[in-house]
């Protein structure tokens, strides 16, 4: 059964919980029946962490040590050998492809990417805007999917692939419930040579700083000054929460 992790596997288990999610059942003796030694112990580890993780370690080093220790005197093979298995090469490659076909997994491909991209930035991108979290999802989502989750490096590119087409979508649709007179006025202001609305746009920005009269006065000019663009009432009244609070009212 595959459990809904986190990106990361901790490194301190209780033997309770090592009981629990490490040991090898019956389904899984019948795969590592015919290995032995190094192998034996790889794929056993390989197959629980994936079992986990719904992925494979990058590195030998993410599979926590008191894990290590456990699955070893389970197969009866040396805690030691582990140091041994490769995680590339055409024996990891073949246990990969055992451990997906047992756990009806498959690996991703380009168009997983694409439709995981479309997903993330219309489902994820507008409520979520903590990038781990957003990573989180992602994974989740592969898990859900029963497709292994593409390397680092693709998972990132499908992620600020994911943002920019979001962030696309939200101008468009901003834009478009504008009024015509708050699209001119919004023109104006961001034209070239126009320092009066440059200098709005730094103060709209600039934090309040330190309570005062000064800066309650400041804020007060930039209030009226944001009202006088006759913005539309509820312009982002459909950004989540999270969303609406980087957003002007």
């Known amino acids: 059964m595959i459990e809904a992790k986190g990106a990361g596997v901790r490194q301190e288990w209780s033997p309770e919980e090592l009981l629990a999610s490490w040991t090898l059942v019956d389904g899984d003796w019948d795969l590592v029946a ?11 580890l390989l197959l629980k962490f994936f079992e986990l993780e719904a992925r494979f370690p990058e590195v030998l080093e993410e599979v926590p040590p008191a894990a290590v220790e456990y699955v070893a005197e389970l197969v009866k093979v040396p805690a030691a050998d582990f140091a041994k298995y490769t995680l590339v090469g055409r024996t990891a490659e073949y246990h990969r492809k055992q451990i997906r076909k047992a756990l009806g997994f498959r690996p991703s491909t380009v168009a997983d990417e694409k439709s995981l991209t479309a997903w993330l930035a219309a489902e994820v991108c507008p409520v979520e805007l903590g990038e781990d979290r ?22 990132e590119k499908v992620l600020v692939a994911a943002r920019g087409r979001w962030k696309r979508a939200f101008c468009a649709r901003t834009i478009e419930r504008l009024g015509a007179v708050a699209r001119a006025q919004l023109l104006a202001l961001v034209a070239e040579g126009n320092d009066e609305g440059t200098a709005l746009l730094a103060a709209l920005k600039r934090d309040p700083g330190a309570v005062g009269l000064d800066a309650l006065l400041m804020e007060i000019l930039k209030l009226t000054s944001a009202r006088e663009l006759a913005l539309p009432k509820g312009l982002f009244a459909v950004c989540s929460e999270n969303r609406r609070s980087c957003c002007p009212a």
Request: with cysteine.
């Open 134 to 155: 957003q990573r989180e999802a992602l994974l989740v989502e592969c898990r859900t999917r029963k497709i292994e989750p593409p390397g680092p490096s693709r998972v």
């Open 34 to 44: 015919n290995k032995s030694g190094t192998t034996r112990l790889g794929f056993s």
